[in-house]
């Protein structure tokens, strides 16, 4: 008997502590929703790291123009969430790619963040007419030795247009002098940067007034290195799984047109849209090719996609 009446008060004494707990807790009123998610979401002011780069090249930190500027995009790339997210994401994708290109080019290994900034690493056209990731103008496709008409797109080719983006800037490099410059340049073209600096009796990008394009140009791209190379010191919490990967794929040598890509997929026991996805430089669902130039069409490998 006793045994029960000690268990009784026992839960008693739960029970008003319960109740006590509950009282003290704020009433779900409309009003006491929004100051909680207030407190849980917090904006901060960030610290500028004072050794940035790009290239290897420092940033004049300690003029305050500069540090405004190098502070703006760091603050505007590291609130804007979604897309944050969304470009470690492409990058585990496509950095593979891009990287040991640029290396063997000769081209730091930075320019990889110029390619984020130009399209977000997805295959956009601009209003100008520059297409791809690395946006590349028609004329600057053609001098390179990319195929450009309404059959064949090659600047959709990423391996291809990496390759034509490391000779641009290769040679704006040697014009202008460091990599800095040449970057600007890639936004600005190599007259329109030469002429500011002899118009403005400058050498240096940093010493350059420009339109807000190329003036935010170099900032952006460093805001974006520092942040990919540091997703934990902004604020961006991922597991490995949740990033996009390369799907392993082989290539397909072809020397004749093709009457129909769609009964060309089904051969490798996949579906027209995914050779699209793979051959975005293939622009029309058949391919001419006249001349029986020989092209390599990617093809995904046996169980990267589930139902092939």
Not at 98 to 124: C, Q, R, T
Not at 150 to 174: F, G, I, W
Request: charged content about 25%; overall charge neutral.
């Amino acid at each position: 008997m006793k045994t029960i009446q000690k268990a009784l008060a026992f839960l008693g004494l739960l029970s008003l502590c319960a109740l006590f707990i509950y009282a003290l807790q704020d009433p779900p009123t409309d009003e006491n929703f929004e100051k909680k998610i207030i407190n849980d979401y917090n904006v901060y002011a960030l610290q500028v790291p004072q050794n940035l780069n790009f290239a290897g090249e420092p940033l004049p930190l300690e003029d305050p123009d500069i540090y405004e500027r190098m502070d703006r995009e760091l603050l505007v790339n590291t609130y804007w969430q979604s897309n944050g997210l969304l470009m470690f994401k492409r990058a585990h994708k496509y950095f593979p790619i891009i990287e040991p290109i640029l290396k063997k080019n000769g081209i730091p290994d930075d320019f990889k963040y110029l390619a984020v900034i130009e399209s977000g690493l997805v295959n956009v056209v601009s209003p100008a007419g520059a297409r791809g990731i690395w946006q590349i103008m028609p004329a600057t496709a053609k001098e390179n030795g990319l195929e450009v008409n309404d059959n064949v797109d090659e600047r959709y080719n990423l391996e291809k247009s990496t390759e034509v983006a490391c000779q641009y800037l290769l040679k704006s490099k040697q014009q202008l002098g460091s990599w800095t410059l040449a970057a600007a340049a890639y936004n600005a073209g190599n007259a329109g940067v030469s002429r500011r600096l002899n118009d403005q009796m400058v050498t240096d990008y940093y010493d350059l007034l420009l339109g807000e394009e190329t003036g935010r140009y170099i900032f952006r791209i460093v805001a974006l290195k520092e942040i990919l190379s540091h997703p934990t010191k902004y604020g961006f919490n991922f597991r490995e799984k949740d990033l996009y990967n390369t799907v392993p794929t082989y290539k397909v040598g072809v020397d004749t047109a093709v009457a129909d890509f769609a009964k060309f997929a089904k051969h490798f026991n996949i579906n027209y849209k995914i050779l699209k996805i793979h051959n975005p430089w293939l622009r029309e669902p058949f391919l001419n090719n006249a001349s029986r130039k020989q092209y390599y069409i990617e093809i995904p490998k046996k169980g990267a996609y589930p139902k092939y």
